[in-house]
DNA sequence: GTAATAGTGTCTCTAAGACAATATGAA
DNA sequence: TTCATATTGTCTTAGAGACACTATTAC
């Protein structure tokens, strides 16, 4: 890789192409105990040492970019399982955004189903689930009034970065006075809550018209759980009748698995898997 | 420019940040006499010198992105008026797409109304509007049925790079045996289709839910051009009478400006301009 | 008058929203 | 039994699409 980056070096020394650093940053989104949630790493690096941000890092000279965010994602959250859906979101590149130098960062919008808390790997010395609501000056919904903030959201390092993990130990209320603040109650690292507040609104659009919400849910799922999806990540309640009639009749959206869920009360519920449709027509529409 | 240049380089040579070129690649769309057109340059540069593109640029070490992307516009096209509208549309960064270097381009979407042929200028021998139906290969409209080839789309270049324009000279009819083919009759360089089948895709999907079409009308207009615009971007006939009836209906979206048209025949129309409206809903629907 | 375009009214049908009623499990 | 969730059905209403009809200009 240092012969890459010789290789190229040489080609702007004698070029009049201005160097830039291109990084991928990622938003990566869950529903977990009914809130949409963003993953959250804790710096383990100048500059911003110790801020919430989202996952990301350096886009290597001879990788593509969709491959740099799907490499950083599993390098610095350890999440096992590589979430079913990524996309690319927008790109943001105003002068001062970095104060190291010239930065150009490809932003990516990945959705996972409900995992394990993640690990922290790479650059970030923690990472964590962090209920959006906590994190967004919140956007017209009424997400925040489901959202508690919970104890414990963080899981430590296991490998390296061991000095800053140390700033990340479990708490057993929210430890708003250490040098390691909980998530969402300090600003976001760079111009980090603006890129997560256009994750979330993506997200919440594409729900509107496109399958996706399936990509929050495991390969089996009910009609209730997608429900309960679309509350979350639109911060409303919807009809469980309207909502069952309505994505059963969108053809190719649910296919039928022909077994049914052991419930914990209350009927047992059919299970679906995610059909081959990739438009629902007519939408699905939130609520006014 | 030049000092700009060397700090930052100065700090990739002490970092570890792998250096990239970071352009601004331009899809500007408007509505020609029923057809959606694409402005295209003609490269007056290595690599692909002779070959159609979209115009575009190298993004400088102190200039946001937006900023590069109206700067190259102005620079390149020698359109006199900014177009109305102009937002970005995503980012293409694989590894082998500028045989040069390892080159980010972040590609922005504009929309135009009709204005006079376009000034090449910059790095561009050549400027023209060229329907997207004679480049792309044709994305599932009838569009490309109502439109024919027309010769003289380009206008030559008036300052520098008279070398190259003299390959351009116009032509009375379509000349694909010279130096110069037309523009649309020869696969554009780079990754430039695709960047030009997502903007024309992105723009097709905003007519539906916002009041974008309108950036392809003069200032003031009538209920038909608007009608013709959404008729040529999605290739499509709309009903006249449910078009007037659904455009007039949605709050926000037109102001009558009180005035009518001078007709050349028919009754004359009432002028709108664009009102405050950010959304269409429920959306303007593409016939199935 | 005819031709051409603008604009209104009316009908049908799809589908969204409200909500009653029924189904099927656990405790 | 009660409770909880799933699923079906029914009614009302907004709105899209088809299309007859009227309005206002140029010729």
Redesign the interface.
């Known amino acids: 890789?240092a012969h890459?980056?010789e290789t190229?070096?040489a080609?702007?020394v004698a070029?009049h192409?201005?160097?830039?650093?291109?990084t991928v940053d990622l938003v990566v989104l869950t529903v977990r105990e009914g809130d949409l949630c963003a993953l959250l790493i804790q710096r383990g690096e100048q500059p911003h040492l110790g801020r919430s941000a989202l996952p990301g890092g350096?886009?290597?000279?001879?990788?593509?970019?969709d491959v740099a965010a799907r490499r950083e994602l599993s390098e610095e959250t350890g999440l096992a399982r590589l979430p079913v859906h990524l996309e690319?979101l927008?790109?943001y590149?105003?002068?001062g955004r970095d104060p190291?130098?010239?930065v150009?960062s490809?932003a990516y919008l990945a959705l996972a189903p409900d995992l394990p808390p993640p690990q922290a790997g790479g650059d970030a010395a923690a990472a964590a689930w962090v209920p959006v609501c906590q994190v967004l000056p919140e956007s017209s919904t009424a997400a925040n009034l489901s959202a508690q903030p919970r104890p414990g959201q963080y899981r430590s390092v296991s490998s390296r970065s061991a000095q800053a993990a140390q700033s990340v130990q479990p708490t057993s209320g929210l430890a708003e006075s250490t040098d390691a603040p909980a998530p969402g109650h300090t600003p976001l690292a760079f111009d980090h809550v603006g890129i997560l507040a256009d994750g979330v609104e993506r997200a919440r659009a594409k729900l509107e018209y496109s399958p996706l919400a399936a990509a929050f849910c495991p390969a089996e799922f009910t009609v209730g759980e997608l429900r309960r999806v679309y509350e979350a990540v639109w911060g409303v309640t919807l009809d469980a009748r309207n909502f069952h009639r309505k994505v059963t009749g969108t053809a190719g959206f649910l296919l039928p698995v022909g077994r049914a869920t052991v419930r914990q009360g209350g009927r047992p519920a059919q299970l679906f898997q995610l059909g081959p449709a990739t438009l629902i027509n007519p939408p699905m529409l939130r609520p006014a």
Request: charged share 20%.
């Open positions: 890789m890459a980056t190229a070096a080609g702007y070029g192409f201005p160097p830039f650093a291109v350096f886009v290597r000279v001879d990788e593509d970019l690319q927008a790109t590149g105003a002068v190291r130098m010239r150009v490809v």
